[in-house]
Each structure stands twice: as C-alpha cells, then as structure tokens.
C-alpha cells in the first residue's frame, strides 16, 4: 500500500495526516483543524527535506510488455529509485514511457518528520529472552537514512545507466531530463 500516516512537526501532542500516494492527503473536516494541518501540510511541502532529485523520462518505441523483465530487475536492483511505466496504445511512435526520480528514503518511504526520526529505535538484536525463549516484545526497524539530494541523483543516474543497458536494442527513442509530462509527442 502506498497510504501511511505522516506527522508533519515535532510536536509530540500532534497527530498525523493520511498521505494517499505521492500527492494526496486527507485532511480533517472541523475548519479550525483544517486550517492548522493546511498550515502545516504547507510548511513541509516548501522544506528543504523534500528537495526533488533529477526526473527523467525515457520515451520508447516497444510495447511496455518487451521491457516488464528489465524493468522489474532494475526495479529490485535499485531501492532507491522511484520507477514508472506508462503504456500509450494508439500512438504512432510512442508505445511505453518510463519515469525515475530519487527516493527521499530506500523503499519508497518519506517520513522527513524529526519527530519520526527521534523516536523510532533500533532493532533489537536478541529476539529471545532470559531462558532461550522467543521475546514477545516488537521492536521497531532502525531509523532509516535520508538522502541528500546529491544521493538521489546519483541513485536516478546509476540506476538510468542500468536501465538503459537493459532494454531492447533500437527501443529507446529518447531520454528526457526533468520534464514531469507523461505527454508523448
């Protein structure tokens, strides 16, 4: 699933939004909460934390179903990397796009809250307890690492080379830098 809670300040009284997605977040109805997670949904969005890395767009000329196996290994090869495959069924040239762009965090996940980051410990390293026996006790995963933006660039940049090592000969049309439109001319 791509839905998570995000808390948006370190205020430890605060609770969290839903983020649906990339873009989308639900916010409360009650005007005055409204207002306050606007406010703040504003300030997180305009932080330096979410800096975007470089995007491109790499235009092809086969159907999305030749490159589904290179894609899906680049894919694996490369956590760090937000990949998109978009097929386009009636156009004279153009028959797939795919897109990547940098992850914030590896595996896809952006709590840039310090709030996240302060209060998520380390794993555990013993799962057992005093007499060999299993802990019932969860621990959380280790905070995870965020990527400067220089990092993700770097990640997109590896992870573009490889792709495009990858994929049929003679498909690729053209490599777009930082251009969001999926549009195929």
């Known amino acids: 699933s ?3 809670l995000r808390y948006l300040t370190d205020d430890l009284d605060e609770w969290p939004i839903l983020q ?3 873009n989308v977040f639900i916010l409360p109805g009650v005007p005055q909460f409204f207002e306050a997670k606007v406010k703040a949904l504003a300030t997180h969005l305009l932080s330096s934390d979410l800096e975007r890395s470089v995007f491109y767009r790499v235009v092809l000329s086969c159907e999305e179903s030749a490159i589904v196996e290179p894609l899906n290994e680049a894919v694996l090869r490369h956590p760090s990397v937000s990949f998109g495959s978009y097929p386009f069924v009636d156009h004279p040239g153009c028959k797939t796009v795919l897109t990547l762009e940098g992850r914030l965090i590896e595996g896809g996940y952006t709590h840039t809250s310090g709030r996240f980051l302060k209060l998520t410990p380390a794993a555990s390293s013993s799962a057992s307890g005093e007499n060999g026996e299993a802990s019932h006790r969860q621990s959380l995963p280790p905070a995870p690492m965020l990527n400067t933006k220089k990092e993700m660039d770097l990640n997109v ?14 498909s690729v049309l053209r490599v777009e830098e930082n251009i969001d439109s999926l549009y195929c001319e």
């Open 2 to 4: 791509t839905s998570r």
């Open 157 to 170: 940049e590896l992870a573009l080379s490889d792709l495009l090592r990858c994929l049929p000969d003679g």
């Open 20 to 22: 649906c997605g990339h």
